[in-house]
């Protein structure tokens, strides 16, 4: 069964902290995403991958980076963490024009304190 | 700007009770419309991909059918395992591959 991994479910960090969070796929796909979920705002990308060592900003970028070294691996990393960056962190992957969507993580739930 | 906009926000329905969620959209040139079911504390699962007016998708209780506007996910006698957090979301042709989510439909399904 193919599968998107998160290395942690839930996570709580101080305020300061840099924070690296880590997502791994076994499908090969090309594409590589970093959405953050909240009540009624939906899921936003912070940003996504399309190749190794390639990146392009989403739509909230301010206050995360992200890394892909190798094809299978995409990590997001918040600089400083901030209360405001308190959320659920949703990982995906898909396959160039892929027809199935994206397939998603388990998600991890960042709680900034 | 893509924009998708889901309503109702919650809906609640008893076990056998057929109804519809809606999807409307507004997107630069649909490349595709998706369906996700996400369950409370987990990622979204695909369902659907629709990709022009008039097709239709069935899995199981569900269907999805799509308009140059909008798109409705029909659930036909729906049992409490059905009950969930529903996404849709478009994918436009120009650009990248970012997909737009709506803020989704959470249903409930009473025994």
């Known amino acids: 069964d193919v599968k998107v991994t998160q290395s942690s479910r839930y996570l709580v960090k101080r305020t300061g902290e840099k924070v690296f969070l880590e997502c791994v796929q076994d499908?090969?796909?090309?594409?590589m995403f970093w959405y953050r979920q909240d009540p009624g705002l939906g899921l936003r990308l912070i940003y996504f991958?399309?190749?190794?060592?390639?990146?392009e900003k989403g739509d909230i970028p301010e206050g995360y980076s992200v890394s892909r070294e190798k094809k299978e691996r995409f990590s997001l990393i918040l600089e400083s963490a901030s209360t405001n960056q308190t959320s659920m962190y949703l990982c995906?992957?898909?396959?160039?024009?892929?027809?199935?969507?994206?397939?998603f993580g388990s998600g991890t739930r960042l709680t900034v304190v | 700007e893509d924009q998708v906009t889901q309503s109702p926000e919650a809906l609640r329905l008893q076990e056998g009770e057929s109804s519809s969620l809606n999807c409307s959209y507004t997107?630069?040139?649909?490349?595709?419309l998706f369906w996700y079911r996400q369950d409370p504390g987990k990622g979204p699962e695909f369902l659907f991909t629709?990709?022009?007016a008039g097709e239709e998708k069935e899995k199981e209780r569900l269907k999805a059918t799509l308009t140059k506007k909008e798109s409705f996910l029909h659930i036909t006698a729906p049992k409490p395992e059905d009950s969930a957090t529903y996404l849709c979301?478009?994918?436009?042709?120009?650009?990248?591959?970012?997909?737009?989510f709506g803020t989704g439909t959470r249903l409930t399904i009473i025994p």
């Open positions: 995906a992957s898909s396959l160039v024009q892929g027809a199935g969507g994206y397939t």
């Open positions: 499908m090969d796909h090309e594409n």
């Open positions: 991958s399309y190749d190794v060592k390639m990146k």
């Open positions: 997107v630069s040139g649909l490349r595709g």
């Open positions: 629709l990709y022009s």
């Open positions: 979301a478009v994918q436009a042709y120009f650009g990248n591959e970012k997909l737009t």
